[in-house]
Every structure is written in C-alpha cells, then in structure tokens.
C-alpha cells in the first residue's frame, strides 16, 4: 500500500469483487474499435492502462440495439458473434490484475451517426427535439421499448458470457435513459410518462431486464449526471432525487455531470482545464451519505492522486474516476503508489487530442503523450544500436519531446535553447486567462528531459562554427515559429498591435477591435485580457465563430465567457485595412466590404511563420537531420510533439 495515498490504493469490494484500488477509467470512446468489435489496438490501449495499474477499467459503449448506432464504429453487443471478441479484451485487461466492466449504451434523440451517407432515424421518448444535434427523434412505441429493454439485458448477458465484472447503464449526458427520466423530454402519457415513477420506468425495467438475464455475481452500475447543467434540464436536486431511488436496485453510482442535449452542458460530458479539479464531489459526497451499501463513483477532473486520495479520505466517493489523467499517463497509478508523484506527466484539460480526435472520427491521443492510443506502434521504442551524439535545437514541446525520444533510444543528446526559458509558444498559452493550465505541458516535459538524462544549454545559438565545433552525429531542428504581420492597407489613425505585444505588457485604447485570422485560443484570450482591463472589445474572426479550430467544449465555454463579458462578435471577416479611427474588412462568403468605426486599437492575432534558419547549411554538411514542428510547418503543440517522436524515431532508429 503506498504511504502516500493510503486509502486511493486500499482494495474496494464491490458485491463479489475485490478490486486492487480505488483509481477507475471511466467509460471513453476511443474510436479503435472496428467492425463493432474490440481490435488489437483497443486491447493494447487498455492493458497499457491496467499494467500502468489502475484498480478498474470501464470499456466503452456498447450499443445495446442497431437503432443505437452511435457513431460508425461504436462497439456492438447486439449479437452473439461478439462474445469471443470481447473475452480478448476482458481477460488481457485481468491478465494485467484490474478489473473490467463495461458501458450498455442508447442514445436516444443524441443522435447524428449515418449508415451508407443517410442520416438514421433516432429513436426518442418523444418528439422534444435535441438542440445540439438538430434532431427530432421518432416517438418509440411500447413495443420498441420492450425491445430496447430486452436488447440491454441481451447485450449484458452477452459481455457477462465474455468474462466481464460488471455492466454499466450509461444514464448520464442526456442520453436515452435520462431522456426518459427528465420531464423536459419525456412527453409520453403511457405507462412511461406523466410522473416520477412512469419517467423511472424505463431504467427499473433495463436493471430488471438485466438481473434477469445474466449471473447473479454480475455488478450493475448506472452512470448519472450529478446536474446537466442546462436550464431546460435535470438539476441537482432533480438528480439526487432520482439516483437516491434507483440505488437500492443498483451495485453502484457513477457520478458525473451535464448533457450531450445543450452547448453550455455539453461541456461536462469532458469539462476543459476552466472547470475545478474534482468539482462533482460535492455532489457524490451528499449521494453517498442517502445511499446507504450502493457505492458511489465519482468522476470530472480529477487528474493528481492528491484530489484523488482526498475524495476517498473523505469519504465524498468510493472510487475515482481519473480518465484523461491516464490517457496522458498510462503509468499515473502506478507512479503514485510508489510515491514517484513528480514524475506523473499530468493531464492539462486541453481536450485537443483525447475528445478532439473522438470527435473528428480519429482514434484517441494525448497531445503530451502521441504513444497514447498507438501503444502497438510506440509503447516499447527500438533501442539505438550504437549511441549516437544527438543535438535538438529548439526547447518548445516538438524540441524537448525529440531530445526525450532520442535519449531514450539510447542516445547521448544535448538541447540547444536560445533563449533563457524552455516552453517555446507554450509559454505563450499559458499567459492567457483561462489557458494557464496549458503551462504544465512544460513543466511536464522538462521532468521528462531531466529524468532522460538530457543535457540542457539555455542561451544557446545555432550557427555553423557552434555545430561544428560540437560536431554532432545527428541534428533535430525544432526551431519553431516566429510572429509575423499580414500587409494592412493605411495604417494611420489606428494603434495597430501583434497580440504578443499585448502579452509583453502594451497598452490598448478604450475601443479595441480583435482580428482573429486563427480562430483558436488566443483572440479568446486576448478578448478576455482586455475586457477584464476595461477596453470596449469586439471581436472580428476569419472564420464560423471565435474556436472554430479548437475542441468544441473547449470553444463553447469561451464562448460563453466571452459572452458575459460582453464581448461583440463578427463572423467570416478578413482584415484588409485600417485607417482614421476605421477598420476594413472584407465578408469572406458574401466578398462584400464590412467597416468597424470608432476604434482607437486594433490587435491582429495572424498566423506565425516557420522559423528555419540553419537548414540550408546543415543540408550541405552531410548531417543526418530533421526538420520538426512549426519550424516545418506552424501548426499546434499536439503536431510538435507528435513529429518529436515519429521524426526522432524516423532518424535515428
Ligand atoms: C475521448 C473521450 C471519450 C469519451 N467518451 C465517453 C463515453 O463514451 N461514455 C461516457 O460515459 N463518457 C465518455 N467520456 C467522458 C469520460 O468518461 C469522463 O467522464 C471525462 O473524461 C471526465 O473525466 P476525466 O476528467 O477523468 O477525464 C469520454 C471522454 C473522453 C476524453
Ligand atoms: S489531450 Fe489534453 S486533455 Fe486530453 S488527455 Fe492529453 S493533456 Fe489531457
């Protein structure tokens, strides 16, 4: 047992079943199943995870019926053929000593998955249609209730048939279960409506369906959320109402928060870096004092053992879900119990390539981590077989994550900085309000170049006669990027800044307008930064809306910041001029001219340009070498960092 977590790494009962702690992965779509099945991909991704330690895996959905067909290749428990799929996966993650439960999924209404190009007909409670998603559903009539009903208890005979630990009811984020327990949905006047005993109908009748169907040893959980957070849903008063009637009939509660239905509470469902550690434990806190021997889960950023360890302390939750904090660090249980805490590379809440993947159909990643969800490819690196004089150039994340790979093939490698700081752009993200949590990405790496045995030169310019001098056997050139101005036509009568100069302390007028040719992070925060000082910001942006480029929770929060803030936004705008006290711009889709008067500063947040001075030489010298990152091509952190391992591996081994 580790003397620092004492009670995160005591062993938890759960009805038969001892598991080793209290540290669980909850539920997460990592799109490496295919054909409805698990792939030697997904089993790797997970016995990554269970040796790295954690006490319980909870698989992914499994839809329970073929109208639950929630993105293409969602797993599918609708049939008996998946059996022996399943017991691979379930026996590699015991194998590895964890336990393993899994997800009954129906969407509902939440619907947008298309079978041969056509969007599917959704099967709803009634027809309140899904704000989100632009859906009306078709009302289910009794019948093809029954049969949902029916195809949960199939499906958890099927995963029990394949060895697994437990089923869990996915009742949480507005999806059908909670569609049919919420008022605002629920429209039906049968058996399954009208009141709170009709509207529990459905999850009672789904346990009852599954306790029958399967072994008596088998747990059955439901996962619930705590308060959708939107105003037209369930609340915290309304969910402890129904999670404390639902208990007696359950082995366990998974607490988490919000709802797929609403942009605002969508953004529980993975809640970005602005959201507290930790934050549903009040809320299992209270549900485990009202429910008696049900245990209660509790999940939603908690991503250090010390959060952990202090919600099981407490008694607020007997386990912890802490997902993206092993998406980035397989090996965080681990760490922790042999009390290694500063070695745990922590997880930032960014959402960039965990979420952000699932959601553009990619299988799952971590930007600080791109070995995550490709531990076939990457997990065990090639050792050099002769150890080579490596030089990185560069100590932004694609510079520090190259100089960790090749020192850990095996290489003796020194990283050239030219400035006094490592951290690259990232340096520059986290001095934004509501992104510096984006700083651990450094703080992160640097524990890893140390541990690497990395030598480290601060200060340190790249030229000819220093290489030659230090005569290196291989070179990575992780130079990054350098700020650059798009041509403004006029240019009198206006301030007009780069955002890094707000950043290096300039000061604005009182009526500032933001050109945002990115539409990620930064004109956020800038509009932030200066509202919040007192300047009147608009907010003009190339593109749909302010995030456009950035994970959709991680959009939708800003944007709600920005709009408390009162911040004025206008879409599809490209800057062309600015002059007496006038901005210009030209409507991308309507080609026409938009003028924004009465401003005073106008702050251009453009794209970098790649920064790539010694290649040309270097190309010359007959030194092997590789070019990375925005020093390739300005792109984001998860590119630098992926290219700083695939282009060292590519190099060197
Ligand atoms: C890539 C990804 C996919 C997810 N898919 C699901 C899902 O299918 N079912 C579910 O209940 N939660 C899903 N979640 C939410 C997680 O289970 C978890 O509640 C969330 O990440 C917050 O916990 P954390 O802060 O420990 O990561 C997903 C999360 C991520 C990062
Ligand atoms: S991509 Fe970001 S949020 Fe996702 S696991 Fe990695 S650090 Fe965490």
């Not at 959708?228 to 359950?250: H, T």
């Amino acid at each position: 047992m580790s003397s620092l977590f004492p009670n995160l790494f005591s062993p938890f009962q759960m009805k038969g079943l001892e598991i080793r702690n209290r540290i669980f992965s909850s539920g997460h779509d990592t799109d490496l199943a295919r054909g409805g099945i698990p792939t030697d991909e997904l089993i790797a991704y997970h016995v990554a995870r269970a040796r790295g330690g954690v006490g319980l895996i909870v698989v992914q959905v499994v839809a329970v019926h073929d109208s639950a067909r929630y993105t293409s290749e969602v797993l599918q428990g609708a049939d008996d053929d998946c059996i022996p799929h399943f017991s691979r996966l379930f026996d590699a993650i015991h194998r590895e000593g964890a336990a393993a439960f899994v997800q009954l999924f129906h969407p509902g209404r939440e619907l947008a998955a298309r079978r041969d190009g056509a969007v599917m007909p959704a099967w709803g409670v009634s027809q309140a249609p899904s704000e989100r998603f632009k859906v009306v559903a078709k009302t289910m009539s009794t019948d093809e209730i029954g049969e949902i009903i029916s195809g949960y208890g199939d499906a958890a005979r099927r995963m029990a048939a394949a060895g697994v630990d437990g089923v869990e009811i996915v009742g949480s984020h507005g999806y059908l279960p909670s569609q049919f327990l919420s008022p605002s949905i629920n429209f039906r006047t049968d058996e399954y409506g009208g009141n709170p005993e009709n509207r529990r109908r459905f999850v009672d009748e789904v346990i009852q369906s599954i306790r029958s169907t399967c072994p008596e040893e088998l747990i059955v959980g439901a996962r619930l959320s705590g308060d959708e957070f939107d105003s037209g849903g369930l609340d915290e008063d309304a969910m402890f109402e129904i999670c404390r009637n639902l208990a007696p009939s359950l082995d366990y509660l998974n607490v988490i928060a919000g709802t797929s239905a609403s942009s605002g509470g969508s953004v529980h469902i993975v809640p970005p870096m602005t959201v507290s550690n930790g934050y549903m434990a009040p809320f299992s806190a209270k549900l485990k004092q009202a429910v008696g021997p049900t245990a209660v889960l509790v999940a939603g950023r908690i991503n250090q053992p010390q959060d952990a360890e202090k919600i099981v302390r407490e008694g607020a939750a007997d386990m912890c879900g802490m997902t993206r904090a092993m998406i980035c660090d397989p090996r965080m249980p681990a760490k922790a119990s042999l009390g290694q805490v500063d070695d745990i590379r922590a997880c930032i809440g960014c959402n960039q390539a965990c979420i952000g993947h699932a959601q553009l159909g990619l299988p799952i990643s971590c930007i600080q981590y791109p070995e995550s969800g490709r531990e076939l490819r990457f997990a065990e690196k090639p050792r050099a077989e002769v150890s080579r004089r490596v030089l990185v150039v560069g100590g932004g994340p694609a510079g520090m994550k190259a100089a960790i790979t090749a020192a850990e093939t095996g290489n003796s490698v020194t990283l050239w900085e030219r400035s006094s700081r490592l951290g690259g752009q990232a340096l520059l993200a986290q001095a934004l309000p509501n992104r510096e949590e984006f700083g651990g990405i450094i703080n992160n790496l640097e524990g890893e170049l140390r541990r690497a045995g990395v030598s480290v030169s601060l200060n340190s310019e790249f030229d000819q006669p220093n290489c030659s001098e230090f005569s290196p056997d291989a070179v990575v050139l992780a130079t990054g990027s350098r700020r650059w101005m798009p041509p403004i036509e006029g240019g009198e009568g206006v301030e007009i800044l780069h955002h890094e100069d707000i950043l290096a302390g300039a000061k604005t007028g009182q009526r500032v307008v933001i050109y945002d040719w990115r539409t990620d992070w930064i004109a956020i925060g800038m509009a932030e930064l200066l509202s919040q000082s007192g300047a009147d910001v608009r907010l003009a942006v190339n593109g749909v809306c302010p995030g456009f480029a950035i994970q959709n929770y991680v959009r939708d929060a800003a944007i709600a910041r920005l709009y408390r803030l009162g911040v004025e936004t206008t879409a599809f705008m490209r800057l062309y001029g600015a002059e007496d006290r006038t901005v210009y711009f030209v409507h991308t889709a309507a080609q026409e001219p938009v003028v924004l008067e009465d401003v005073d500063t106008l702050v251009v947040v453009p794209p970098n340009q790649p920064e790539v001075g010694p290649a040309d030489w270097l190309k010359s010298s007959g030194i092997p070498y590789r070019i990375i990152g925005d020093a390739l091509a300005p792109r984001t952190a998860e590119e630098a960092v992926y290219e700083g391992l695939t282009a060292t591996l590519e190099l060197l081994t």
